[in-house]
């Protein structure tokens, strides 16, 4: 199975939501979630729990854990060959909040299907402005 190419969602104005987040956490912390990221790549669709979930409507998470921290990245397939990390979470419940969801498919549906520099670009969306 070949490997799957990982990008990072990027807005118009060129922040990517999942490395905002990353950079404010802990070294181990970010540890483990390259290696989860790196499981992802590996695997793609065929990854599974503990280290991968379905969500709702077309959204995964990428589940990790650093202390007493869940750390979560949401992510969604473009077509069969590319995962697109569109956000990060870290939680103390280990259930994921329904508007973090929500965003996700927000940035799901206006993504552009055209990827510039490693990054899906995202249509301007109505709700979002």
């Known amino acids: 199975m070949p490997k799957m190419k990982v990008v990072f969602y990027r807005d118009e104005k060129g922040d990517v939501p999942v490395l905002d987040w990353f950079d404010n956490l802990a070294r181990k912390a970010q540890d483990?979630?390259?290696?989860?990221?790196?499981?992802?790549?590996?695997?793609?669709?065929?990854?599974?729990?503990?280290?991968?979930?379905f969500l709702r409507d077309g959204i995964y998470e990428l589940r990790a854990k650093h202390q007493r921290m869940n750390l979560r990245i949401l992510y969604f397939f473009h077509g069969k060959e590319s995962v697109v990390l569109a956000s990060g979470l870290t939680k103390q419940r280990s259930d994921v909040p329904p508007g973090a969801i929500d965003r996700v498919i927000e940035r799901k549906?206006?993504?552009?299907?055209?990827?510039?520099?490693?990054?899906?670009?995202?249509?301007?969306?109505?709700?979002e402005e």
């Open 109 to 127: 549906n206006c993504s552009q299907k055209t990827r510039q520099h490693g990054a899906i670009r995202r249509i301007r969306c109505q709700q």
């Open 32 to 53: 483990k979630c390259v290696v989860r990221i790196e499981r992802l790549e590996e695997l793609g669709h065929e990854l599974r729990r503990p280290e991968a979930d």
